[in-house]
């Protein structure tokens, strides 16, 4: 199962940090991603990072201001936002894929239950 948390209200420019904690699972053995879901659109990736967090990928939209991390020690999964854009309003979602390294939502196979994103302007 995994947990999503974090989301929340902030103004353009702000910043949130996302958690994702794995219960039932070894984080370690899964690839983890972020994928974000605005209204009337489909599900795009975000960031993902490998299994051991040696290394780690980005949508263009986010590179730069976006920083996803992981504490296997702790099963749990980060998505540090900087300088949020009206445009990264969403509902934010936390994935485990069992390949190595995975991009694409059809790559993950374990999914949590969202969190909400509104960057205010």
């Known amino acids: 199962q995994l947990q999503a948390s974090g989301g929340g209200l902030v103004q353009v420019g702000g910043s949130l940090r996302l958690s994702c904690a794995a219960s039932?699972?070894?984080?370690?053995?899964?690839?983890m991603g972020w994928f974000r879901q605005a209204p009337g659109k489909e599900r795009e990736f975000v960031a993902a990072?490998?299994?051991?967090?040696?290394?780690?990928y980005y949508a263009d939209s986010v590179k730069g201001r976006f920083t996803i991390s992981r504490d296997n020690a702790k099963n749990t999964v980060y998505l540090q936002m900087n300088s949020l854009k009206p445009e990264d309003t969403a509902v934010y979602y936390c994935?485990?894929?069992?390949?190595?390294?995975?991009?694409?939502?059809?790559?993950?196979?374990?999914w949590g239950q969202g969190t909400l994103v509104t960057v205010s302007s």
């Open positions: 039932g699972r070894t984080s370690s053995s899964y690839a």
């Open positions: 990072i490998s299994r051991s967090g040696g290394s780690t």
């Open positions: 994935a485990a894929s069992r390949l190595q390294r995975a991009t694409m939502v059809l790559e993950y196979g374990y």
